[in-house]
């Protein structure tokens, strides 16, 4: 006998076509189980929405998406995951901006991008007087007692010798002995440091280097900064964060050093670094390409992992993207880019989620898409408060 098909294969062919009396008597079934799966239905109608994500579809990876989700082993039936699959690529593109509910895992999956995200020239953003705009291209710059709001309509600057300048050769100061880029909550930049290495920073975070290197080069950060690190075997570059230190001769990586996240995650894209903690006495460990070290705050390091590289560089190409990621590490991101605070009145929810988020939406989408999870909560002024 035929195993029934599964409410994800349903919810999606009803899109398109007109459902069998057994299979809408399996969705009702369904619908009645739990207020949440009716929630989730409702976003399913919506079809101007959906027909509005049409075009970011076409960036949207089916293959390594679905590859990631049954490899998580909580999407095992095969044949269903293969059918549901042909569903979406067969004819709906409407499906790149569906939660999709992986059943009895408490797991989400989602995918959502932005109309603009998926045109070459984005249109302005239409919102609301009390809409919370995502983060853009705003930094900091510190070169000895001044302190210089460097340009939105630039995305990073270039530090030499005698000058820093925009990345388009706009001056903007003479090089101090010191210099701190900084990105408030909200911002990105990019910088070139003296040597010709070049960094990205994720919103809340910050570097500090000089205007110059000699035999070494050492840098200070804070947040998350992605390093392509220049090369020269004559001058290791050394990048300290908190009680945690990275020994590099030329490679790429990205560390995460958020206070609040309560570790320094070290990972490396290509080449070799050595992560050490600042105190004596204690072990240290040599990366290999693709892996990860987590050291804690006490610069001690844990443990080496193999993580989802692309995951933890996907703010690096304009996106939040979640392996499986408990409520409260979610709403920490958003708090960094969307500048705003979340408290919670009740438990944390346990919700979990997989997936990608494009971070050129505003916050409102966002909220919608937590709403259909059955997430409550209420927004005041730049406070979100998560209800029980």
């Known amino acids: 006998m035929a195993s029934n098909p599964s409410i994800e294969a349903l919810l999606i062919k009803q899109l ?3 459902l069998t009396m057994s299979e809408q008597a399996i ?12 929630a989730l239905y ?3 109608q919506d079809r101007e929405l959906l027909e509005k994500k049409l075009s970011a579809f076409n960036q949207f990876d089916e293959v390594a998406s679905w590859e990631k989700l049954v490899a998580s082993g909580r999407w095992t039936p095969e044949q269903e995951s293969k059918t549901v699959y042909s569903i979406m690529r067969k004819r709906w593109h409407y499906a790149a901006a569906i939660f999709i509910l992986c059943i009895g895992a408490g797991i989400f999956y989602l995918y959502l991008q932005s109309d603009s995200a998926a045109t070459a020239n984005k249109p302005e953003l239409v919102t609301t007087p009390t809409e919370i705009l995502p983060g853009k291209n705003q930094a900091i710059l510190t070169v000895g007692d ?9 995305s990073g600057i270039v530090a030499e010798d005698n000058a820093i300048e925009y990345n388009d050769g706009e001056r903007i100061a003479q090089a101090g002995r010191m210099i701190t880029l900084s990105t408030p909550r909200g911002g990105q930049y990019q910088a070139v440091l003296p040597d010709g290495t070049k960094v990205w920073l994720n919103a809340a975070s910050s570097i500090i280097f000089p205007s ?9 950060v804070s947040g998350e900064v992605y390093f392509e690190v ?9 990048v300290t964060a908190g009680n945690t230190q990275v020994q590099v001769l030329g490679t790429s990586f990205n560390i995460n050093a958020y206070e609040e996240e309560r570790a320094v995650r070290t990972t490396l894209v290509d080449g070799s670094v050595r992560v050490l903690p600042l105190s004596e006495n204690q072990r240290n460990v040599v990366l290999k390409p693709l892996q990860q070290a987590v050291s804690a705050m006490s610069g001690e390091i844990t443990g080496v992992f193999s993580p989802d590289i692309a995951s933890i560089l996907a703010w690096k190409r304009g996106f939040f993207s979640f392996d499986n990621a408990d409520f409260e590490t979610v709403m920490r991101q958003l708090e960094r880019w969307y500048d705003i605070k979340v408290q919670y009145r009740g438990a944390v929810p346990t919700v979990k989620l997989m997936g990608e988020l494009d971070r050129a939406i505003p916050l409102t989408d966002v909220l919608r898409y937590l709403s259909r999870l059955n997430i409550k909560f209420e927004k005041e002024g730049r406070t979100l408060t998560i209800l029980p």
């Open 16 to 18: 398109d076509q007109p």
């Open 27 to 38: 969705v009702n079934q369904w619908l009645e189980a739990s207020p949440a799966n009716s």
């Open 42 to 44: 409702e976003s399913f």
């Open 146 to 154: 001044s302190t210089i709001l460097l340009s939105d309509n630039k």
């Open 212 to 220: 110059g290197f000699n035999k070494e080069r050492a840098v200070k």
């Open 230 to 238: 220049a090369q020269n075997h004559r001058a290791p570059f050394m």
